[in-house]
C-alpha cells in the first residue's frame, strides 16, 4: 500500500474507539452499510464455517457461506482490533493479526481472548505450520517474519527481516515443501520462504503489485488474488494461468479443502464471493458501502445526485431509490481512495484528497478532472468561489486559488486553527476549527479575514459543516452530535445520533464526518464508523 493510502487508512482506523465500530448499521442511511466492513483475511473451519475479518469495524464474523448468514462475532470484547488475517489453530482455537496495533490475538472454543504477543504495527498474515508452529509477518510499516509461540508463552522468534521492501509477505500459506509462500506487493512477486533459516527463493514475478494473498491447494499448486482475477502458478516452473476473473479488487483468499471452493475478500467494496473448482463465481456476502467520509449534492432536479466518498472511491446516488454508481473508483492498485472531502456548486463538484496534497475539480458526473490544484499541504476541504477555489489546509492556512493559473495562490489566513470542513455560502466562507472546537468565518463576501470572526465556540471536535436556510449546522465527532447554529448563535441539537469517534493522532488531520445540504431543509450526515449516510430533516424529523 503507498504512503498517501497508508496515511489515509491509518487516519480513519485510528479514529474507531473500542467497540463502537461493532454498532449496528441501522436504518435510515441513503447507502447501503456494508455488512462486512473492511473484509480481508479469512479462515474455514472443519464444519465449512467462513470466519472473516472485518478490519474496519474491530471485529471477526463467523458466516454461513452457503446463505451469507452472519452466525457469530468476536470484537473488543475479545480483546480483538483492527484485525487482519485469521487461522485457525489444530485445537480449534482462532488466531488474528492486529494490523494498526501489533498485536497477536487468540480466541478459544470457549469464546475468551487473549493477546499472545506483539510483533509491531504491520502485522498482517498469519499461519499455522503443519507441525503446529505459528508465523506471523509483517507488511506496510515494516518487513518481518517471526515465529509466535501459539501458548504465548515463549518470546517471538525472528524468522527474517528486510526481505521484502515493506512488506515480508502478504496473505501467505505454507505448502507440502513446508516453506511458506505468499506474495511481496511491492517487488511484484511471490516467493517462498524457509521457516528456520529465513531464505528467499522466488516463485514467479509474473505477478502485479496487487497480489495481496495466496492459498496453497493440496496438489501444491499456487492460488493467487492477483489484481481482479483469481490465478493458479506452478510452484516449481511459476507459470501461471487465470481460473476467474473478478468485477472488485481482492484483499485476501481462503481454499475450503474439503469443497475446492475459494472464498476471496474485497476491504474496499467489503464483500465476499466464492469461486468454485469450475471458476463460477457466487456471491456469499454483498458489499456496501465502507466508511463514507465526504458527501455533496450535486446536479438539480431529477438529475440531482449525493456524492459520496468512502474507500472504494467517490459514488453518486440517487436519495429517491438508492441507486449507486461509480464516479471516481479507487484506483485500481491495491490502495483505497484518498478522497475524504467533497462539496459542490450547481453541476460542478470538488474531491479533496489530503494525502496527495491534492484538490480535483469536476464539470458533471462523467470524464477527467477539469482542473487539478496540486502541491497543497494536507488540504482538508475545498470549496468553489466562482473560478476560484477556497482550501483549508490542516496547519489552519487558508488559501485561495484561481483555477485558471493554481500557482498564484493567496493565504487567506494562517489563523483557521485546526480545520476539519469548510463550507461557502454565496460568497462567505466558514471553516471548523476541529481542535479548538470554534467555527469560523474566513471569507466575508469574499473578502479576507486575516483574523476569522468566531461564530461559535465550545463545540466538540467540529468536522463536517453545511448551511441550510439561515443555520449552519456542523457534525460534532467527539460525542457523535449534530448540532444547527441559528443566526446570533443560538444552537440546537437535532434528531440523530452518530458514532462518537476517536481524536485524530499526532500529525494526521481529522477522519472528515461530511455533511451536505440538500433540497428543502434536509442535510445528509455521513457517519464513517457506522458506514452510513443518514438525512435528516431540519424541522426537527431526524432519522437514526
Same mark, same amino acid.
Given at each position: ?17 473500542? /467497540? ?40 471477526? *464474523?463467523?458466516? %454461513? ?6 452466525? =457469530? ?18 485445537? &480449534?482455537?482462532?488466531?488474528? *493479526? ?11 472454543? %470457549? ?66 515443501? &513446508?516453506?511458506?509462500? &505468499? ?24 505477478? /502485479? ?20 482475477? !483469481? ?10 494461468? *487465470? ?16 469443497? /475446492? ?9 467489503? =464483500?465476499?464471493? =466464492? @469461486? ?107 470549496? !468553489?468561489?466562482?473560478?476560484?477555489? @477556497? ?45 479548538? &472546537? ?107
Amino acid at each position: 500500500m503507498a504512503g498517501a493510502a497508508l496515511l489515509a487508512l491509518l487516519a480513519l482506523l485510528s479514529a474507531v474507539p473500542a /467497540g463502537a465500530a461493532a454498532a449496528a448499521a441501522g436504518p435510515g442511511s441513503v447507502v447501503t452499510p456494508a455488512a462486512l466492513p473492511g473484509a480481508t483475511g479469512m479462515a474455514v473451519d472443519a464444519q465449512g464455517r467462513l470466519y472473516v475479518a472485518n478490519i474496519a469495524a474491530s471485529r471477526i *464474523t463467523v458466516i %454461513d457461506p452457503d446463505t451469507g448468514a452472519q452466525l =457469530e462475532q468476536f470484537g473488543p470484547e475479545q480483546g480483538v482490533t483492527f484485525p487482519e488475517d485469521l487461522a485457525l489453530g489444530p485445537d &480449534g482455537s482462532l488466531y488474528w *493479526t492486529g494490523f494498526l496495533t501489533g498485536d497477536v490475538g487468540r480466541i478459544d472454543p %470457549d469464546g475468551r481472548g487473549t493477546i499472545i504477543a506483539n510483533v509491531g504495527p504491520g502485522a498482517n498474515p498469519i499461519a499455522f505450520h503443519p507441525d503446529g508452529r505459528l508465523f506471523v509477518a509483517r507488511c506496510a510499516f515494516a518487513d518481518g517474519l517471526y515465529e509466535v509461540d501459539p501458548a504465548g508463552v515463549a518470546p517471538v522468534r525472528v524468522v527474517a527481516e528486510g526481505i521484502g521492501a515493506g512488506c515480508a509477505l502478504n496473505g501467505m500459506d505454507v505448502g507440502p515443501d &513446508g516453506r511458506l509462500y &505468499g506474495p511481496q506487493p511491492f517487488l511484484g512477486r511471490i516467493v517462498a520462504v524457509d521457516v528456520d533459516s529465513g531464505a528467499v527463493d522466488v516463485v514467479t514475478e509474473d505477478v /502485479g503489485t496487487t497480489a495481496f494473498g495466496v492459498d496453497v491447494a493440496p496438489d501444491g499448486s499456487i492460488l493467487a488474488v492477483d489484481g481482479p482475477q !483469481l490465478r493458479r502458478f506452478d510452484p516449481v516452473t511459476g507459470a501461471g494461468g *487465470t481460473v476467474a476473473a473478478l468485477d472488485f479488487l481482492p484483499d485476501n483468499l481462503v481454499l475450503d479443502d474439503a469443497t /475446492g471452493a475459494v472464498y476471496v475478500s474485497s476491504i474496499y467494496t467489503a =464483500e465476499v464471493v =466464492e @469461486v468454485a473448482p469450475d471458476g463460477a463465481v457466487r456471491t456469499v456476502s454483498p458489499g456496501g458501502t465502507v466508511n463514507p467520509q465526504g458527501v455533496a449534492v450535486v446536479g438539480r432536479g431529477r438529475d440531482r445526485r449525493l456524492l459520496v466518498s468512502s474507500v472504494a472511491g467517490v459514488r453518486a446516488v440517487d436519495p429517491a431509490t438508492g441507486a449507486e454508481t461509480d464516479v471516481l473508483p479507487a484506483p485500481q492498485t491495491g490502495q483505497p481512495s484518498v478522497v475524504t472531502a467533497l462539496s459542490a456548486d450547481r453541476d460542478r463538484w470538488v474531491a479533496t484528497a489530503p494525502f496527495l496534497g491534492s484538490v480535483l475539480v469536476f464539470d458533471g458526473l462523467g470524464g477527467a478532472p477539469a482542473a487539478t490544484v496540486d502541491g497543497l499541504v494536507l488540504p482538508v476541504g475545498a470549496v !468553489l468561489l466562482g473560478d476560484d477555489v @477556497v482550501v483549508a489546509e490542516a496547519s489552519g492556512r487558508v488559501l485561495r486559488v484561481p483555477l485558471a493559473d493554481p500557482a498564484a495562490r493567496e493565504v487567506v489566513t494562517e489563523a483557521a486553527g485546526s480545520p476539519g470542513g469548510i463550507v461557502r455560502d454565496g460568497r462567505d466562507v466558514w471553516v471548523t476549527d476541529t481542535a479548538g &472546537g470554534r467555527v469560523l468565518q474566513v471569507l466575508d463576501r469574499g473578502r479576507p479575514l486575516p483574523t476569522p470572526l468566531v461564530l461559535a465556540a465550545g463545540l466538540d471536535r467540529p468536522e463536517g459543516i453545511a448551511v441550510s436556510g439561515r443555520e449552519v449546522v456542523v457534525v460534532e465527532a467527539g460525542p457523535g452530535r449534530v448540532t444547527a447554529i441559528r443566526p446570533g448563535g443560538r444552537r440546537r441539537a437535532l434528531d440523530v445520533a452518530l458514532t462518537p469517534a476517536n481524536p485524530p493522532l499526532p500529525g494526521l488531520p481529522a477522519t472528515l464526518a461530511g455533511i451536505a445540504a440538500g433540497p428543502g431543509r434536509t442535510v445528509y450526515v455521513a457517519d464513517p464508523l457506522t458506514n452510513r449516510v443518514v438525512p435528516v430533516d431540519l424541522r426537527g424529523r431526524g432519522h437514526h
